[in-house]
T-cell receptor
């Protein structure tokens, strides 16, 4: 079974721009969680989607948003990029009712 | 910032030695997960724990869910060079589906 895939793997953007990252969960998994990983703050939870509904949200500004499609694929969007948004963005999927989360390789976002 | 206290921050060990690391939290968790992350990759799930007192093994890895539900331990026996990486603990509370709280990580370096 294929693992979690994320596209693109690397991205360079300029301050003020917006960006959309994509995540395809493991086949059959309907829950997708997003995390931001930085050297200073570590891994921090952004939000979680299940059946196209956001069930949980972390403490990030409204510039960070996401959505999930009927095939469970998910996207996250960051608007008005700031230098501090440079990070590895990870998504993880889990099977319904399971607490085990399986991570993708991440998207490395650099904001200049 | 980090919500779990993970220690030690780093370990330099010789091949063949055992490794121990632990995480403590001020919150009660109903799930503890242990992950390993290699550079440029997403975290890989090693062990999942669901019950207080539970002891689970995966090859040379053994992890325990603390009795108080506020801590967990991971042991690696007879370390080998491929054990190099960063190990993270992650916990989830009962009312927080999809949201994992992560420790800061333990960097393990194995010397021949």
């Amino acid at each position: 079974k294929a693992g979690v895939t994320q596209t693109p793997r690397y991205l360079i953007k300029t301050r003020g721009q917006q960006v959309t990252l994509s995540c395809s969960p493991i086949s059959g998994h309907r829950s997708v969680s997003w995390y931001q990983q930085t050297p200073g703050q570590g891994l921090q939870f952004l939000f979680e989607y299940f059946s196209e509904t956001q069930r949980n949200k972390g403490n990030f500004p409204g510039r960070f948003s996401g959505r999930q499609f009927s095939n469970s694929r998910s996207e996250m969007n960051v608007s008005t990029l700031e230098l501090g948004d440079s990070a590895l963005y990870l998504c993880a999927s889990s099977h319904t009712g399971s607490r085990e989360q399986y991570f993708g390789p991440g998207t490395r976002l650099t904001v200049t | 910032g980090q919500q779990l206290n993970q220690s030690p921050q780093s370990m330099f060990i010789q091949e063949g030695e055992d490794v121990s690391m632990n995480c403590t939290s001020s919150s009660i968790f109903n799930t503890w997960l242990w992950y390993k992350q290699d550079p440029g990759e997403g975290p890989v799930l090693l062990i999942a724990l669901y019950k207080a007192g539970e002891l689970t093994s995966n090859g040379r890895l053994t992890a325990q869910f603390g009795i108080t539900r506020k801590d967990s331990f991971l042991n690696i026996s007879a370390s080998i060079p491929s054990d190099v990486g960063i190990y993270f603990c992650a916990g989830q509370t009962t009312d927080s589906w999809g949201k994992l709280q992560f420790g800061a990580g333990t960097q393990v370096v194995v010397t021949p």
